[in-house]
């Protein structure tokens, strides 16, 4: 009779401590280090985040000079990287990549103004930032006051600091005098385009509202009278009268005679530096109006909104002659005779004041 399969023996086992027979070691349960790793590795973006996080939004680095404030300049043309770099070099922020980095997530870099700025001690970049984008620039400001001629106008230009190039000296009559904002690096020949693109705008308004029955058959005769009147006297009130008496002797056909045609033909505008003498007054320059019937071929000085408004609105009155009263403004006369005894009136008074100046 057959006899089942036998039973393996059991497994003998290794009592604790033992090696395996044969003389190998058994091998060692590896050891785990990828959670280690794993937390470096986290550790080290997180501070990356958190620095970068500083970087944007924490206080910038102390300016360099002390002071309120840091001037940088921001060249035209300029992208993120080089405002990034210039910000950096002028030590308002700490990293420029990082900038670049903060530029990409708020928006883009097609709305950063090139410019002057005061940037604020230890602003964040993103102050920083929307600084640019506002387009916060430093303002300038030039005040060219009324009656300059435009060799003047091109003397204040040249002066100042903050403009670049050479300005040029634009017809006469051109330029509305104001103040200007301007920026740091503006080309002064873009300037004075602003200031006669702003004159031509108010000649425009101004011929359109005029008084009628006026002589003038171009804004530009306009405002060759108007800079006369600017020239004669700086007394508000007398414009309109001032012009009223030039327009008067103009409908008479006598001589305008204003003693600023004169020297404007002599110097263009410049001061004369003297007395006139009987030699300037015969002196048949275009602009002399006392030898030349009209009005001067051009106008004698950049007239300011006042006298443009006087030489359209005159006041209505019968008076040809008027001279200084001693006060700063002018008496005015309808006849030869009585502005003669204003003129004796007048020496008086200047010689008056000649003696008190010693």
Known sequence: MSRGPRKAP?????????????????????RRRLPVVALIVV???LGAVGGSAYA???PGPPPKEGGESTTVILKHGSGVPQISETLAEAGVIRLPFTFGVLVKLTGG??????GEYAVPARASAFDILAMIRAGKIVHHFITIPEGLSSAQVADILNASPVLTGEAPVAPEGSIMPQTYDVERGQDRAEVVAQMQAAEARLVQTLWAERAPGLPYR???QAVAM?????????VPAERPHVASVYLNRLAKGMRLESDPTIIYGITK??????SLTHADVVDPTPWNTYAVAGLPPTPIANPGRASIEAALHPTDSRDFYFVADG????VFAETYEQHSKNVVRWRAIAKSLKGEKG
């Not at 108007?226 to 700086?234: D, L, P």
């Not at 505008?269 to 003297?274: H, I």
Request: proline content about 13%; overall charge positive.
């Open 327 to 330: 006060s700063g403004g002018h």
């Open 43 to 45: 550790l080290a973006v």
């Open 56 to 58: 944007m939004f924490g």
């Open 218 to 220: 171009t804004p530009e």
């Open 109 to 114: 870099g097609a709305h950063l103004r090139a």
């Open 10 to 30: 059991p497994a003998r086992r290794r009592a604790p401590g033992k090696r395996a027979s044969g003389g190998g070691r058994a091998a060692p349960p590896p």
């Open 269 to 274: 505008g410049r001061p004369l530096g003297r």
């Open 226 to 234: 108007a800079s006369i009147i600017e020239k004669e006297t700086a």
